[in-house]
């Protein structure tokens, strides 16, 4: 009898041996659901990287605030009028080539005034160019009361453009180039007439020259040596 029951007790063991092997292949299936959180941590990846993107060439450096600080317009130092714009035609083997001339009179209204011209192929470039070269050419004008301080006649080629002086209120009485150059310089009361040819940039010139002419009462006396009570 004693050898019958140690023969049935390794039958017993037997099921409790497979028991224990069970439970070892659990952690297996844990282990696959502690792989899924991997998955759910790519798309954090995919953000973090859209997160670190190259930022646009306008959000680089230093300048990158550029766009948001509106510069403001640098106000104009002279008023612009346009005296004669024309078209000049060069002829080439390879056809015709247009070019446009420009003239263009600038001023403060305070004095100061110049005449330019510009050439280029456009129309708003000849105007630009025109501009630089009047602001270049500044010429102060003696102004006494709102009027010149005497006559004078300015000579061009085959043209000549007088100017009186007047008394207030009567105004420009001047048309054309005269009236443009006239304006700008800061005179308000003054008598003009054209003589000979009426070619807008001649005129123009012409009367550019005479305003150069005009001299005050003291510039006079401080040329003389004497004072102005003497020359009076």
Not at 7 to 26: D, G, H, S, W
Not at 83 to 99: A, E, H
Not at 115 to 142: L, Q, R
Not at 192 to 201: A, E, P, V
Request: proline residues 6%; glycine residues 8%; charged residues 35%.
């Amino acid at each position: 009898m004693e050898d019958n029951k140690e023969i049935k007790e390794p039958i017993a063991e037997e099921p409790q041996a497979q028991e224990n092997v069970a439970p070892e292949e659990k952690p297996q299936e844990i282990t696959k659901v502690e792989e899924k959180p991997e998955a759910s941590e790519q798309p954090q990846v995919k953000e973090q990287s859209q997160n670190n993107e190259r930022p646009r060439r306008d959000q680089r450096g230093p300048n990158r605030n550029r766009d948001n600080r509106r510069r403001e317009p640098r106000p104009k130092l002279y008023d612009e009028e346009i005296i004669n714009i024309s078209r000049v035609t060069k002829v080439t083997k390879g056809g015709r080539n247009f070019r446009f001339s420009a003239t263009v009179a600038v001023g403060d209204r305070k004095g100061k005034v110049g005449i330019g011209t510009g050439k280029a192929n456009e129309v708003p470039d000849a105007v630009k160019k025109a501009v630089a070269a009047a602001t270049k050419n500044i010429t102060v004008v003696s102004i006494v009361e709102g009027t010149i301080p005497h006559e004078a006649i300015g000579k061009r080629s085959g043209s000549k453009v007088l100017i009186k002086p007047a008394g207030k209120g009567t105004g420009v009485k001047a048309g054309g180039a005269v009236r443009s150059v006239v304006e700008l310089a800061g005179v308000k009361d003054i008598l003009s007439k054209s003589l000979g040819s009426n070619t807008k940039i001649n005129v123009a010139h012409e009367t550019l020259d005479a305003l150069k002419s005009l001299k005050t009462i003291e510039q006079v006396a401080a040329l003389r040596g004497k004072t102005v009570e003497e020359i009076r």
